[in-house]
């Protein structure tokens, strides 16, 4: 491993029975970045994960994690990272404080030691008037916050999220994506899997694209956009049932067309002159939109379906 390379992998394959899961794939994780898995159900996101963190075993290849071996070294890596599952995994029972502190002595941190950390990562959290509260009548931002801290609370070097954002209200997830912000400016290095472009564009330093088990794309957010994309982007929605039909007439106006269920995106560098090309030849869409070119795009280009499939 390089110095700074906190995780390596060459050619890991994970598989279930006949079932392969995950199919020969290379990562690097390199100290201090945010890195993302982007990808639909079913791509393999969770099962590398699950590798990563020392839970889960390797079929083939080599993994090696703050470069010790997983299959041997397992409790002293997950000793020095933190995880944020899917679901979360709180005691209902117990209070914000108590989840904490309890979840902080299976580390063997004294007590003491525990009550500190526990103040200091609500307050970073912005949930300290919550310590004495029990989890269940929690919202579901609050609760993912609680989470977020109880994984810090070893004080890791690496913290892994397994869709942190999923299922939460845009104002909460704002709140998670400036707390992993801060995260990363005091030296977090972070893994992450998501089905929100947005999100990676806005936390990820680089990341890959995976699909049925492989990588079929790697860079920085920015990079993968340029490299897969035009620049803009025009969204045309005609009445329903006719973007099929409507599609042949747009030949010609961008670089390529991709038509969806509910719209057809024309690829241009000029969305405005785009648009203008459709208005002169006669068409009326219902409505239309010029944007700039997203991750959604890449992964329209790259796998030939929505992240939500």
């Known amino acids: 491993m390089a110095a700074d390379d906190l995780i390596t992998g060459v050619g890991i394959v994970k598989r279930f029975g006949a079932f392969t899961a995950v199919d020969g794939i290379d990562i690097t994780v390199r100290r201090g970045e945010v890195f993302g898995f982007l990808g639909p159900n079913g791509a393999g996101k969770s099962s590398?994960?699950?590798?990563?963190?020392?839970?889960?075993?390797?079929?083939?290849?080599?993994?090696?994690?703050?470069?010790?071996?997983?299959?041997?070294?397992?409790?002293?890596?997950?000793?020095?990272?933190?995880?944020?599952?899917?679901?979360?995994?709180?005691?209902?029972?117990?209070?914000?404080?108590?989840?904490?502190?309890?979840?902080?002595?299976?580390?063997?941190?004294?007590?003491?030691?525990?009550?500190?950390?526990?103040?200091?990562?609500?307050?970073?959290?912005?949930?300290?008037?919550?310590?004495?509260?029990?989890?269940?009548?929690?919202?579901?931002?609050?609760?993912?916050?609680?989470?977020?801290?109880?994984?810090?609370?070893n004080e890791p070097e690496l913290l892994l999220l397994d869709e942190p954002t999923t299922g939460l209200d845009p104002q909460a997830r704002h709140l998670l994506w400036d707390k992993l912000y801060r995260l990363k400016q005091q030296g977090v290095t972070q893994v992450l899997t998501t089905h929100y472009m947005d999100e990676a564009e806005q936390l990820c330093d680089r990341l890959?694209?995976?699909?049925?088990?492989?990588?079929?794309?790697?860079?920085?957010?920015?990079?993968?956009?340029?490299?897969?994309?035009?620049r803009e982007v025009l969204e045309l929605r005609f009445p329903a049932g006719r973007n099929e039909e409507h599609a042949p007439e747009l030949d010609g106006i961008g670089e390529r067309t991709e038509v969806l269920p509910d719209r057809v995106l024309v690829y241009a560098p000029d969305g405005e002159k785009a648009l203008a090309t459709v208005h002169d030849r006669g068409l009326m869409p219902e409505s239309a939109l010029v944007r700039r070119s997203s991750l959604e795009d890449v992964f329209l280009r790259l796998t030939g379906r929505t992240l939500v499939e």
């Open 208 to 230: 890959v694209v995976m699909d049925g088990g492989r990588i079929v794309a790697e860079g920085s957010p920015r990079s993968l956009i340029e490299a897969h994309s035009t």
């Open 48 to 153: 590398t994960m699950r590798m990563i963190g020392a839970t889960s075993p390797i079929s083939e290849g080599t993994l090696r994690v703050f470069d010790l071996d997983p299959a041997v070294a397992g409790r002293r890596i997950r000793a020095r990272m933190g995880v944020v599952p899917q679901q979360d995994q709180l005691d209902n029972e117990l209070t914000v404080a108590e989840n904490l502190i309890i979840y902080g002595r299976y580390f063997d941190i004294p007590r003491a030691e525990c009550k500190r950390r526990t103040a200091e990562l609500l307050e970073f959290v912005q949930l300290s008037e919550r310590a004495g509260s029990r989890v269940e009548p929690l919202s579901g931002g609050m609760k993912r916050r609680v989470t977020i801290a109880r994984s810090l609370i």
